[in-house]
């Protein structure tokens, strides 16, 4: 197993307008934020997968990815583990019952996970796990396993995993006291990292980009069998609903790959897009995979500083909400994979942002329940 370290992946950036912390970790390797080799933001996924692996080998585990930014790494984990799966979500689902709670530091707090889905898995379980890409106080975690005490009282034991872990030794100790496991791939050190942005400046590239119809408007596949993790899946079946998802995809796309590709995923959609993209990069292409984000980060030219170029979207999922993508470039083709629907604007700003870096071979591959 490959061994990561804080210099491997770790990057700080600035919040924007963010009083509860100045900074933001910024992971060069998951596939969020910053592009990157699907296969390797894969491969670190899976590598958390391992360590769990090897700590519950015999027990039935239930694990709870959170959005947005860990959706991808809890579905890679819960594959490997042939565990249950089921992330938090921001979106709505209709004729649901929710558990609803806040996310600690968040600029969009409110998270919400399907109560429905809890009731009819938690009898068959032995660990519920929490699955994120970085716990720094353990704050949010606590506070669901409190709601979920409330409403369980037989309730399974807890544990936590990351791929990074910034708690201080305190807050490692309050998680040991409640016996509440815990594990990560890399252990940070946050002293220094509200410094590290200190007298930031914002001086890099922000476009907000326009929802009027582009001019040209690539070409739409619509895949069914849409398996979706904001409910209840099996981590297993849902790595081969993607995997099928992202072959019927290719299939249907005319014939002719470019040789570097850039594959973009949805806010919390992030998996199927990464997995699709691990698919091409098999077949030999060169591919780079990012997606879309709630999250209002600063971009600086400062030398070093992980983001430089800043667009802000309109929401594929919701006209009225802003969201961005960092640092395009030009690629021989761009494949946008999304669950949304409906959400025209959405679309259009995207794919404005794309033509700015001179983008003109664009595909969307939609992922329906038809």
Not at 65 to 86: I, S
């Amino acid at each position: 197993m490959i061994c990561y370290t804080e210099q491997d992946l770790v990057s700080v950036a600035g919040r924007e307008n963010n009083k509860k912390r100045t900074y933001l970790v910024v992971n060069r390797l998951q596939g969020k934020h910053v592009p990157v080799s699907p296969h390797k933001a894969l491969q670190m996924f899976d590598a958390l997968g391992a360590l769990l692996e090897k700590e519950y080998k015999e027990e039935k585990l239930l694990l709870i990815g959170f959005a947005e930014t860990a959706t991808a790494v809890g579905a890679a984990a819960a594959g490997r583990l042939h565990a249950w799966y089921l992330q938090t979500t921001r979106e709505q689902i209709e004729g649901v019952e929710y558990f609803y709670f806040s996310e600690q530091h968040s600029h969009a707090a409110e998270q919400k996970l399907v109560k429905d889905d809890l009731d009819q898995v938690l009898p068959f379980v032995d660990r519920i796990i929490f699955v994120e890409d970085e716990i720094t106080t353990g704050k949010t975690i606590w506070n669901i396993i409190q709601l979920l005490k409330k409403t369980y009282p037989d309730c399974p034991p807890f544990s936590a995993v990351s791929i990074l872990n910034g708690m201080a030794a305190d807050c490692q100790n309050i998680y040991k006291e409640r016996k509440i496991g815990l594990h990560w791939l890399v252990k940070t050190q946050h002293e220094t990292y509200p410094d590290q942005v200190s007298g930031l400046e914002g001086d890099g590239v922000c476009h907000v980009c326009s929802t009027e119809k582009p001019s040209r408007m690539p070409e739409e596949y619509g895949i069914g069998g849409l398996e979706n993790a904001r409910r209840l899946t099996k981590g297993a079946e849902y790595r081969m609903a993607c995997q099928q998802m992202a072959e019927k995809a290719l299939q249907a796309l005319p014939a002719g790959r470019g040789s570097r590709i850039l594959v973009v995923g949805t806010e919390e959609f992030m998996y199927p897009a990464l997995i699709l993209g691990e698919l091409l990069e098999q077949a030999g292409t060169e591919v780079r995979c990012h997606s879309t984000t709630r999250s209002p980060i600063v971009v600086s030219k400062r030398a070093g500083y992980p983001l430089r170029e800043r667009y802000q979207l309109s929401s594929l999922y919701d006209a009225q909400r802003r969201t961005f993508i960092y640092d395009l470039t030009a690629y021989e083709e761009v494949l946008i994979v999304t669950d949304a629907s409906g959400e025209k604007e959405g679309l259009y700003s995207l794919v404005n942002a794309l033509h700015e870096q001179g983008n003109d071979k664009i595909y969307v591959i939609r992922w329906c329940e038809a």
